[in-house]
């Protein structure tokens, strides 16, 4: 069976044409299963019997489901421990803001990257995800969102309000996967189903300077989102080992072409995760500045969320704050942001999968 939500409209399209059809009937199958949230396409009168034998067929979902969800006492943040079709867990994050409701989605089960501050680091790479996979996860945030009004109805949303942008900045390097990324971006941006802008959409990365390449190449447009974290390559490195393969100051290099070279008004969001006495000083601050020059950037100073056990900890509030004073009179666009879901463990690096015993005590389910 192939994963219904795997598939882009060309490939709708395709099939349709395979069966002699209108090539309506992609729109038609698009807007039932990712705007109006049915699985059961075969059933779907508007389509011609053929196609719904098809559908029956050889289309079936890919077995994602919510395992278990926890809401935040503090911020309204819903976090999704999602099962996929082998049993394999993955999570995502709902967050509300003031204008916009936000996801953040996974794209591998694990990540490989072992960057040393983080907790999802820790557990290895699994398995990538698939395209299907990784926009299971969008349906599933609406489909909950539909089925909890009073979640809306709490933070003033209207009752139509639905995800409305997405950030590739759960568990994995998103561009480690590429390739099911990139697909996974054509089917959430199409307007006949999700409809999320490309502008809506953030891709994180920790520095993988091929997979950039390849997904620039695609989606020149693309909002990027980059974890820096250090200042010199002896220090990054440390902390981050993707950076012996592709040293922060070329990416930077490639970076400033890209952005010359597309004329583009997206800006590069840089995320800095700030560790106390290791990223945090007045020196780093000058480097740092130096090191974004040229490139239009946002930079978020985001002190570091404490998992235990962990040799780091969060900045004092003192130096946070010389910190960011010192980047923002240099002219940079800089803001301190609190990781939201503090209390669930949804803030960033503290996605992982826990076992059982640890869930019971950090988790409260809704
Ligand atoms: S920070 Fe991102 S790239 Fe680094 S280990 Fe964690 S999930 Fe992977």
Not at 142 to 158: G, K, N
Not at 182 to 204: E, T
Not at 208 to 224: K, M, N, Q, T, W
Request: net charge neutral; charged share 25%.
């Amino acid at each position: 069976m192939l994963d219904m939500f795997a598939q882009t409209r060309l490939q709708w399209e395709a099939l349709c044409l395979e069966l002699g059809l209108p090539l309506i009937h992609a729109k038609t199958i698009y807007r039932a299963l990712f705007k109006e949230g049915h699985t059961d396409l075969a059933t779907l009168a508007s389509l011609p019997k053929i196609l719904q034998e098809k559908l029956r067929d050889s289309f079936a979902g890919n077995g994602a489901t919510i395992a278990k969800e926890s809401l935040s006492r503090y911020d309204g943040t819903v976090k999704f421990l999602i099962r996929l079709g082998d049993g394999s867990l993955v999570e995502s994050v709902l967050m509300p803001e003031k204008q916009r409701i936000t996801l953040c989605i996974s794209r591998q089960v694990g990540c490989a990257q072992a960057c040393t501050f983080c907790y999802t680091g820790r557990m290895g790479l699994k398995r990538q995800m698939t395209a299907g996979e990784i926009v299971s996860q969008v349906w599933l945030a609406r489909q909950w969102i539909r089925e909890h009004p009073e979640w809306l109805e709490a933070r003033s949303y209207p009752s139509f309000a639905s995800v409305s942008n997405i950030v590739f900045m759960g568990m994995g390097e998103p561009l480690d996967n590429v390739i099911e990324v990139s697909r996974a971006l054509h089917i959430l941006s199409d307007p006949w189903g999700f409809h999320l802008a490309l502008r809506k959409i953030s891709v994180s990365t920790a520095g993988h300077r091929d997979g950039l390449v390849a997904i620039l190449e695609e989606f020149p447009d693309l909002s990027l989102a980059l974890s820096l974290h250090a200042t010199t390559e002896r220090e990054r490195s440390q902390l981050m080992p993707i950076n012996r393969r592709w040293p922060i100051g070329e990416l930077l290099d490639f970076l400033r072409a890209h952005y010359e070279r597309t004329g583009t008004d997206r800006s590069l969001l840089v995320q800095y995760t700030v560790i106390r006495g290791v990223n945090d000083s007045e020196r780093q601050a000058r480097e740092l500045v130096e090191l974004l020059r040229g490139l239009p950037v946002k930079l978020n100073l985001i002190p570091l969320n404490e998992v235990e056990p962990s040799r780091f900890q969060s900045p004092e509030p003192g130096s946070l704050e010389a910190f960011r004073d010192l980047l923002y009179e240099a002219g940079i666009r800089v803001m301190v942001r609190y990781s939201k879901g503090q209390d669930i463990d949804a803030a960033c690096g503290q996605l992982v999968i826990k076992t059982k015993a640890e869930e019971s005590e950090s988790i409260s389910v809704v």
